[in-house]
């Protein structure tokens, strides 16, 4: 309460200042106020997290549509399709897999995942590997079942 820096903040650059905004809706201030008051914090709090937050999910889409911009290879409209890590590895831009009813992911590492943009509208996916579930999962749009088998390393 009594500090000038945010929490969290640990360089001279968190400094609280007071910052004039051009163009702020009427209405979304009064609606932030509001919220203020029964969150018991200031209307800068508030806008701060509101920032902190947009930069965090904005952060996240940018890195997305990168991936996407480099014309992913798109594998589509299949019954079942098996793919290795190591096919993954050897990829010289990323892939897709769309519309899949069974996909089934062998030897899979992180390294290997990294090739994946995208797994979207498949039934059942099956990996077999080591591999981070929550950068697995990231990927996933529509998916049905999933079945994760570690493989020790």
Same mark, same amino acid.
């Given at each position: ?44 709090? =508030?806008?701060?997290? #509101?920032? +902190?937050?947009? !930069? $965090? &999910? ?6 997305? /549509? ?41 030897? =899979?590492?992180?390294? #290997?995942? +990294?090739?994946? !943009? $995208? &797994? ?6 099956? /990996? ?26």
């Amino acid at each position: 309460m009594g500090s000038d820096k945010e929490v969290g903040g640990g360089s001279d650059d968190n400094v609280k200042k007071t910052i004039s905004i051009r163009g702020i809706d009427k209405n979304l201030y009064s609606k932030l106020s509001a919220i203020a008051k029964e969150v018991d914090k200031t209307i800068g709090e =508030l806008v701060n997290e #509101a920032i +902190d937050l947009f !930069v $965090k &999910v904005t952060d996240g889409v940018t890195e997305t /549509v990168a991936k996407v911009i480099h014309e992913p290879y798109i594998i589509k409209n299949l019954d079942k399709l098996v793919i290795t890590g190591d096919e993954l590895r050897g990829l010289d831009r990323p892939v897709m897999f769309l519309n899949i009813r069974e996909l089934i992911l062998e030897d =899979l590492d992180d390294d #290997a995942l +990294d090739r994946i !943009v $995208k &797994v979207m509208k498949v039934d059942k996916v099956l /990996v077999k590997g080591s591999v981070n579930k929550v950068k697995l999962y990231s990927r996933f749009d529509r998916v049905g079942n999933v079945e994760v088998h570690e493989m020790g390393s």
